[in-house]
């Protein structure tokens, strides 16, 4: 198998490892947080291999340009972008496989009752189900182009220490994946990022726009940017017959408001 063809099994082996991690009683406060960051990092490493499809000519997961040159390449030579990325991959898998042996080692001294996984149809909120099931589609079109599916093992976190190290390990690397393509494919990142963000609500936004600062911020430019296009849409005022004219913008609720010739009620609007 050459090496464009390993670069790939390696990526189908990541993204699919994500489907298998669960989280132990000790995530069980801000659950939501700790399942959405394991998706976000899945749906980028998915984003990637997206790319890298559309800009090499790949299909059904193997290359169908000439790679003749990548097929011979000594496993030192950086000069490669294909060789960098199968080497940064495998360092991926490293991290994941070793995570997977620190959890075992961890659930080995744990009591049974710190040994309960916890449960995301239970333990999710159902309004961020939505942003789980928008990710899930996302993953789902690298995966139906992807071809073999590649068979992974279940474990857990039990720790968040060792949680929270996965995933800053885990975003480094996926950031040097990202830095291999040049500066204009690396706008195909960006163009993904906003359609994995179609169809949240702002309420939604907003939550997942504090867990992306850590692990994508691809997509927390995306969210950024959705979330500043909502403000542009406002109630315009004007007022008349009264002390003078007011004419502006408001955004958000307005709250002790009457009208009518003879009403005298005072409403003050503005950002304090």
Not at 41 to 46: A, I, P
Not at 156 to 170: C, G, H, L, N
Not at 231 to 241: D, P
Request: with cysteine; proline share 2%.
């Amino acid at each position: 198998m050459d090496i464009a063809s390993n670069t790939i099994s390696l990526l189908n082996f990541a993204i699919e490892c994500f489907n298998y991690i669960q989280l132990a009683r000790e995530f069980e406060q801000e659950f939501s947080t700790y399942q959405l960051k394991l998706d976000v990092l899945q749906v980028r490493l998915s984003r990637w291999g997206e790319v890298l499809r559309s800009t090499s000519g790949t299909k059904n997961g193997s290359q169908t340009r000439d790679n003749r040159a990548t097929q011979h390449k000594e496993p030192g030579d950086d000069a490669d972008p294909v060789m960098k990325a199968y080497q940064i991959l495998s360092s991926i898998q490293d991290t994941i496989l070793s995570a997977q042996r620190h959890a075992r080692r961890v659930e080995a001294r744990l009591g049974m009752t710190d040994k309960k996984l916890l449960d995301p149809e239970l333990h999710v909120p159902t309004d961020l189900k939505k942003i789980r099931l928008r990710f899930r589609e996302c993953v789902r079109r690298w995966k139906a182009k992807a071809g073999k599916v590649v068979e992974a093992t279940k474990w857990a976190f039990y720790q968040r220490d060792s949680f929270e190290k996965f995933i800053t390990d885990m975003s480094s690397l996926i950031s040097e994946l990202e830095n291999l393509f040049p500066e204009e494919t690396r706008q195909k990142l960006s163009e993904l990022s906003k359609e994995e963000c179609s169809g949240i609500s702002k309420s939604n936004l907003e939550e997942l726009k504090e867990i992306v600062e850590e692990c994508d911020p691809w997509l927390e430019s995306a969210v950024d940017e959705k979330l500043q296009s909502g403000l542009g849409a406002g109630t315009y005022i004007t007022q008349s017959h009264n002390t003078g004219m007011v004419t502006g913008i408001h955004r958000g609720d307005i709250n002790g408001v009457s009208n009518g010739n003879n009403n005298k009620t005072r409403n003050y609007w503005g950002r304090h």
